[in-house]
Nanobody, 125 residues
Framework: QVQLVESGGGWVQPGGSLRLSCKASGSTLDIYAIGWFRQAPGKEREGVSCITSSDGSTYYEDSVKGRFAISRDNSKNTVYLQMNSLKPEDTAIYFC??????????????????WGQGTQVTVSS
């Protein structure tokens, strides 16, 4: 089994930056990719970004392209989400999740096998 722990959330003013971390433990060799999701109050969980473990291919949801950057440090079993130019609509709980088999449907929560507990990101003035 894979265990995931997020960190790095907090409060930031619009236009500010935050870097989230997702540390994996357990059966990390089973991980094909790690994705970041977010869920705002009253809304469904949505995919934000994803990175593959092997070749580091990256994927982004349209609303965060050019503002967010996902990266990985395989030696630390950690994936990062650098979030710049944050907007109030980015406010949500952010989750990381891992998947074992790639279907291409990285935006779908049901594609993932393990989830972290989430970290709150609040963007407001």
């Amino acid at each position: 089994q894979v265990q995931l722990v997020e960190s790095g959330g907090g409060w930031v003013q619009p236009g500010g930056s935050l870097r989230l971390s997702c540390k994996a433990s357990g059966s990390t060799l089973d991980i094909y990719a790690i994705g970041w999701f977010r869920q705002a109050p009253g809304k469904e969980r949505e995919g934000v970004s994803c990175i593959t473990s092997s070749d580091g291919s990256t994927y982004y949801e349209d609303s965060v392209k050019g503002r967010f950057a996902i990266s990985r440090d395989n030696s630390k079993n950690t994936v990062y989400l650098q979030m710049n130019s944050l907007k109030p609509e980015d406010t949500a709980i952010y989750f990381c999740a891992s998947l074992k088999e790639w279907s291409g449907a990285w935006l779908l929560p049901e594609s993932y096998d393990a989830w972290g507990q989430g970290t709150q990101v609040t963007v407001s003035s």
